[in-house]
């Protein structure tokens, strides 16, 4: 039997360096933007929170690849 992987770390990473990059500029922004950067990263931590969710992490002791593991059926 096959095994199939697949690993949402590259998206999980974005998530993390949008967020970064949304709070750095949050203070220099109108209250009107504030209250649209607070919603955007709102957003991007609900998206966080469900691959950690679904995708939970292989390996303990390295950095989480957040992937799914599944079993080929053979012909």
Do not use: N
Not at 10 to 33: P, T
Not at 37 to 49: E, F, N, P, T, V
Request: glycine share 4%; aromatic share 6%; with cysteine.
């Amino acid at each position: 039997m096959a095994k199939i992987k697949f690993t949402l770390h590259g998206v999980a990473a974005e998530i993390r360096k949008a967020e970064k990059k949304l709070r750095a500029i949050r203070s220099k922004v109108s209250k009107a933007d504030q209250k649209k950067i607070d919603l955007d990263l709102g957003a991007l931590k609900k998206s966080y929170r469900m691959i950690r969710i679904l995708c939970p992490p292989t390996r303990i002791r390295t950095r989480p690849p957040y992937g799914q593991w599944f079993t080929k059926i053979p012909k």
